[in-house]
């Protein structure tokens, strides 16, 4: 079958099974950004007993923040450029949470610069601790994030997902969030991403 006539799925399933053997060196990697319009105030889930999402601060939750800040942008680095954490807690314990940002940013997991418009949020760094994956705490974070952002005078919110993620791809998905945008690439020695393509899906409804 032609190169040209493969699906994405058919195109980055072919190329996964093309570098496997060479892994360690190179491999491939599938973004995808999602766009979901912030909500109309009042939508935002109830979490259940149990369970609450409030904002965050440097103050009250470094510690529990430094389980689960990965990459580049550290927690310091976060909190000094004003992003906003929003934090998820089970029975007081935090166990997940997830960034928001008005400002420029190239993420360490995604190879291309972010650089949000008026009226733009990024959501990025969503992280719950593994045993508490398949709640739907993505879920809850997601949409809390997307009400933050209003709160803000936001009336979009963007974020990028590894396709195949378990956590950010379907919380994206579950919380209203649609894919507008893939991009294939392949990263090098585990740190440099390249990018081979990148395909516009649909145009991103602003009001």
């Not at 007081?92 to 360490?108: A, D, F, I, K, M």
């Not at 508490?132 to 994030?145: M, V, Y």
């Given at each position: 079958?032609?190169?040209?006539?493969?699906?994405?799925?058919?195109?980055?399933?072919?190329?996964?099974?093309?570098?496997?053997?060479?892994?360690?060196?190179?491999?491939?990697?599938?973004?995808?950004?999602?766009?979901?319009?912030?909500?109309?105030?009042?939508?935002?889930?109830t979490p259940p007993p149990g369970?609450?999402?409030?904002?965050?601060?440097?103050?009250?939750?470094?510690?529990?923040?430094?389980?689960?800040?990965?990459?580049?942008?550290?927690?310091?680095?976060?909190?000094?450029?004003?992003?906003?954490?929003?934090?998820?807690?089970?029975?007081?314990?935090?166990?997940?949470?997830?960034?928001?940002?008005?400002?420029?940013?190239?993420?360490?997991?995604?190879?291309?610069?972010?650089?949000?418009?008026?009226?733009e949020w990024y959501n990025y760094?969503?992280?719950?601790?593994?045993?508490?994956?398949?709640?739907?705490?993505?879920?809850?974070?997601?949409?809390?994030?997307?009400?933050?952002?209003?709160?803000?005078?936001?009336?979009?919110?963007?974020?990028?997902?590894?396709?195949?993620?378990?956590?950010?791809?379907?919380?994206?998905?579950?919380?209203?969030?649609?894919?507008?945008?893939?991009?294939?690439?392949?990263?090098?020695?585990?740190?440099?991403?390249?990018?081979?393509?990148?395909?516009?899906?649909?145009?991103?409804?602003?009001?």
């Amino acid at each position: 079958m032609p190169w040209t006539s493969l699906s994405l799925d058919d195109a980055g399933a072919l190329l996964r099974r093309l570098l496997r053997p060479i892994d360690w060196l190179v491999a491939p990697e599938w973004f995808v950004t999602n766009v979901a319009r912030v909500p109309t105030a009042g939508l935002e889930p109830t979490p259940p007993p149990g369970v609450s999402v409030r904002l965050g601060s440097v103050s009250d939750d470094a510690e529990a923040l430094a389980r689960l800040v990965h990459g580049r942008e550290s927690l310091a680095w976060r909190f000094a450029r004003g992003d906003v954490v929003l934090v998820a807690e089970v029975d007081g314990q935090v166990v997940g949470c997830t960034w928001l940002t008005n400002q420029p940013l190239r993420p360490s997991y995604f190879p291309i610069k972010v650089e949000p418009k008026p009226g733009e949020w990024y959501n990025y760094g969503l992280v719950l601790l593994p045993a508490f994956r398949g709640r739907g705490l993505g879920r809850i974070l997601s949409r809390r994030a997307m009400a933050e952002a209003s709160r803000r005078g936001g009336d979009v919110v963007f974020g990028h997902a590894r396709r195949f993620s378990g956590v950010a791809a379907a919380s994206h998905t579950a919380a209203g969030f649609v894919t507008v945008d893939d991009v294939l690439g392949i990263k090098v020695l585990d740190r440099f991403v390249v990018v081979l393509y990148r395909r516009r899906r649909r145009p991103v409804r602003r009001a």
